[in-house]
């Protein structure tokens, strides 16, 4: 292994794109309901920036924190789940939707193909003799949120291993 694949462990190492991190996050609504939250986990999770398991307005909010730092961010629906788009809301004759569910309900949760085979989730919003209406957008669309995140441990990209002194 060359030298640059390894980290001294006293480094002051921030969070950049393609950093391997360990952190706890929670996020919640302005009113305090939390949305999904590590901190209850004995152990904190791991991920890499830019490898789209956290939104991109997550993710800004960790670039140059390192191990050690704690910080709660308020991302307005742009930064997060997106804004509402009244253009996410279908409508499917009921006999179209009977393939996807005999005894569709107001809430109830369906899942869609498009043509690349991605699974479009959607959440039924009204029903009546003739259609049903799906709503497309993300729950928590149009919702400012909170982001809470205490940073654990910062690995720069490429690095695989920790010199010892």
Known sequence: MTQS????????TRIAYGSLVKLHFEVSL??????DSTFNRDAPVS?????????PGFEQVLMNL??????????EPEQAFGEWNPENIQ????????????????????EFEDKGKNT????????????????????LAGQDVLFKVKIFKVTPPGVTGIKLM
Do not use: K, W, Y
Not at 30 to 35: P, V, W
Not at 92 to 108: C, K, W, Y
Not at 122 to 136: H, R
């Open 66 to 75: 390192r191990a050690g730092d704690t910080r709660t961010a308020h991302l």
């Open 30 to 35: 302005e009113n305090g309901t939390i949305i």
């Open 91 to 110: 409508h499917f004759s009921r006999t179209q939707f009977a393939l996807v569910a005999d005894n569709p309900e107001i809430g109830m949760m369906v």
């Open 5 to 12: 694949q390894f980290i001294n462990p006293n480094e002051d």
């Open 47 to 55: 991920l890499t920036i830019g490898d789209e398991s956290l939104l």
């Open 120 to 139: 479009l989730p959607g959440t039924i919003s009204a029903i009546d003799e003739d259609q049903v209406e799906v709503d497309f957008n993300h729950p």
